[in-house]
């Protein structure tokens, strides 16, 4: 099949050996072939065997494995609480990650790890590129894995062309309906695996195999397969061009200094035929095979420079090298490289790399920063924790004595998986009694019970009496102490007297 | 007219429609959104068929799935029902100490009560029961009938001067209005009043006053003014005034005797309603 390609040398080209690489391709989607508006035209890129389709293959492998493996690691939690390691517990209002417990209040960690993630990509793309595009990002790793399993049914490249331009037959019907069928099974098994993220697993499957599990999930299932099977399978590359933002931000994160799948056209130019037989130069190494064009899942032609369309997936480099040893010159004609060296080689200069640069040094240090700050606010974080909402309406009670009194909303928070008693102190006044409803009274801190994992509501009445009022508000704190690890927390409010 | 045609600079079809020689271009809609169009109208017709859409002289049609909001909202309901009846029946069966102190059975109480305050006691008891001129605040330590939790679910179910036969009842009567007091006695009451509070009264009418309160108030209000419970009768010694405090406002007061009506709520509330609404009023602060 890969030889296929290589059967019809182009016009004028026969009488040249390195001609018989060249293939007739043009790029579909570069700028010179682009209109306002034009039906997408299919692409059917070559499958090429080199050091990067090697990565991209232990990534896909390694990528999908955690995505299909995480939902099934348990994580003994103790009784009451599930024992999947990572679980957006909808219902209860949980998240779960491994040892990691995040409450709805504690939705900042998201935002955090969202920035984390933002800066970090940003940083990537400064030094590296594309490289999450080309790599790790699920458009990619889902299209190539079905283009691998198009190749597979339908052959490479030349095969495709074929069987498209082919009439209806049966060779072509089974064809056609064998991909589509494995495509949609891989888009099932994809939404499958998603909704396994939000319900216990091992539950979610036998209410699957019983057919009662809850509607929510078959539509989520229902939802991410189509979208898997149409994003994946059927619009491809338009999905990166067209749809995702990245191809624009990253104009703005990159400069000539970031490394990006480079043709080097200081090398390859004037591209053109080679006579085999003729000494080859320190130019021109470039022989106008195409070889680069039929392997781009994109569409385009990489000699074309640096484009929005390019995902960086290297491919392209695979193809060339190829071609690079069979005709006998190093290789890297296409290689990872800056656009700043390409110049500096043009006008004579050796290439160097300049990894620190102001806007690296400026994303590793908010990388760092973030990271610093999530990490100590995880590491400190309390496992005990109290909010105060004061009544407005109304705002003070005058008691018959011409005593004061406040009432307040109390929430406690255990994040604890056993269940606590606290002690509850009000300072900052003279209270003439601190009533928590539903607890008896007592004498000094006011012992408050708390289940495991819950918050408990309380209503807390604080009482001054007519001789202790101080004028407006008085500023108070209400503390939370567990006796057990002295682990305490405060929180202010205020005590509104009536008096001017 | 003219025919169609090939236009030669765009290699486009055209319509064949030509005016003053200019010729339209055949730019049809993009196929999806042609696609979309039609589907939209496959779905007005399938909608027709499976919901409720037209009217009829009667009616209207129910459409195959024959659904109906209302419905769904009765579902809804009896789906709520059914998901606090395990906490309504323990309430139900709790003593409303029980309730006030199981954390669990308290916050469906008190959320429970929050909800019913607001749409049926917030009217006159105001929003966070703070009450109004004629209308107890119920945050305070004062009560007319009482403040243990007993009293005051006592008092939501039968009510006050209100229909049910077991309603609380008295009648401070209208010592003005009815003319069992002259206006000078009622004068010199209001000074009596006004100085049994702890304020500043004229001392000669206090003193031709206080044999005029022995006879015709202290029945009710006590010989020392500090109200009556079983009576509903307040205390008037102490800084709390349902009909406000001024000389004025207790001359009205006396002139009139104004008795507040609340309503008895048995029957409109069930029993375990009403136990959450007495939890909950009772934690307001003045709960006793």
């Known amino acids: ?500 | 007219m003219s025919s169609k045609e090939k236009d030669p600079h765009s290699g486009t079809d055209t319509t064949g429609h030509v005016w003053d020689g200019i010729k339209e271009l055949n730019t049809p809609l993009p196929r999806w959104w042609l696609v979309v169009f039609y589907a939209t109208i496959v779905w007005a017709f399938a909608y027709w068929i499976f919901m409720p859409a037209w009217p009829t002289l009667s009616g209207y049609t129910h459409g195959l799935l024959d659904h109906s909001q209302r419905a769904d909202v009765a579902t809804a309901i009896n789906e709520l029902k059914a998901q606090r009846h395990a906490h309504e029946s323990e309430l139900g069966r709790a003593s409303l100490q029980q309730i006030q102190n199981d954390p669990d059975l308290q916050q469906f109480a008190m959320a429970e009560g929050r909800s019913l305050f607001g749409d049926n006691c917030a009217p006159c008891h105001g929003s966070g029961g703070q009450g109004a001129l004629g209308y107890p605040n119920l945050n305070d330590d004062v009560w007319l009938w009482g403040g243990k939790l007993e009293d005051i679910q006592h008092t939501i179910t039968v009510g006050v001067r209100s229909t049910n036969a077991d309603a609380r009842q008295s009648q401070m009567p209208a010592f003005g209005h009815d003319k069992i007091l002259k206006d000078s006695q009622i004068d010199d009451l209001t000074e009596y009043v006004v100085a049994i509070s702890g304020r500043v009264a004229n001392a000669v009418a206090v003193r031709r006053a206080s044999k005029l309160f022995a006879d015709n108030c202290a029945a009710c209000h006590g010989a020392k003014g500090l109200g009556d419970r079983a009576m509903g009768a307040p205390n008037l010694t102490d800084t709390d005034w349902l009909y406000g405090s001024t000389r004025a406002e207790i001359r009205n007061q006396i002139w009139n005797g104004h008795g507040g009506v609340m309503p008895t709520w048995s029957g409109r509330l069930t029993p375990e309603e009403i136990k959450s609404l007495a939890v909950y009023v009772h934690s307001l602060g003045g709960g006793e």
């Open chain 1, 1 to 500: 099949m890969v030889t296929m390609d290589r059967i019809a040398p182009v016009e004028g080209a026969a009488a040249t050996d390195e001609g018989s690489y060249r293939i007739d391709v043009r790029a579909t989607n570069s700028a010179a072939a682009r209109k306002s508006y034009k039906a997408r035209e299919a692409i059917y890129p070559k499958l090429v065997h080199g050091m990067y389709r090697r990565v991209k293959w232990i990534v896909m492998m390694l990528t999908l494995a955690i995505y299909y493996y995480t939902p099934w690691i348990r994580w003994d939690r103790g009784p009451g609480s599930p024992g999947q390691a990572v679980l957006v517990d909808l219902a209860r209002e949980r998240f779960y990650f491994f040892f990691i417990e995040i409450w709805p209040q504690e939705i900042y960690y998201i935002t955090g790890l969202l920035i984390l993630s933002a800066v970090a990509l940003f940083l990537i793309t400064a030094l590296f590129g594309r490289l999450w595009c080309g790599y790790s990002c699920p458009q990619t790793v889902w299209t190539d894995l079905f283009i691998w399993v198009e190749n597979l049914i339908e052959g490479d490249r030349s095969s495709r062309i074929r069987l498209a331009a082919q009439a209806w037959d049966a060779e072509k019907i089974f064809k056609r309906v064998l991909k589509h069928s494995v495509w949609l099974l891989i888009a099932l098994a994809t939404g499958g695996a998603w909704v396994f993220y939000f319900a216990d697993a091992p539950a979610l499957v036998q209410q699957f195999a019983h057919g009662h599990a809850p509607a929510i999930a078959w539509l989520s299932v229902g939802f991410l397969t189509f979208t898997t099977y149409s994003l994946g399978g059927l619009m491809r590359e338009q999905v990166c061009t067209y749809m995702c933002p990245w191809p624009r931000i990253q104009a703005a994160m990159t400069d000539n200094e970031a490394l990006s799948v480079t043709y080097r056209r200081d090398r390859g130019e004037p591209r053109g035929p080679h006579k085999k037989g003729l000494p080859w130069t320190a130019t021109s190494h470039c022989i106008d095979c195409h070889q680069c064009v039929a392997a781009c899942p994109m569409g385009i032609d990489i000699r074309d420079g640096t484009q929005l369309e390019c995902i960086n997936c290297a491919l392209c480099i695979d193809a060339c090298d190829d071609i690079m040893d069979k005709v006998g010159l190093p290789r890297g004609l296409i290689a990872y490289d800056t656009e700043a060296n390409v110049e500096r080689r043009l006008r004579g200069e050796p290439s160097h790399f300049r990894f620190i640069r102001p806007r690296t040094i400026l994303y590793s240090a908010i990388l760092l920063l973030v990271g610093a700050i999530m990490l100590y606010t995880l590491w400190a974080r309390f496992s005990i924790g109290i909010d105060v909402l004061k009544d407005r309406n109304p705002e003070f009670v005058l008691q018959s004595n011409g005593a004061v009194l406040n009432g307040y909303s109390v929430k406690v928070l255990n994040h604890a998986d056993r269940a606590r008693t606290f002690f509850l102190t009000v300072s900052g006044g003279k209270f003439a009694a601190i009533r928590v409803i539903g607890v008896p009274n007592t004498v000094g801190p006011v012992p408050i019970q708390v289940e495991p994992d819950r918050v408990r509501a309380l209503r807390v009445l604080l009482t001054t009496a007519k001789t202790d009022l101080k004028p407006r508000n008085q500023e108070i704190e209400f503390q939370i102490l567990d006796p057990g690890t002295h682990e305490s927390v405060e929180t202010e409010s205020v005590f509104t007297s009536g008096k001017n």
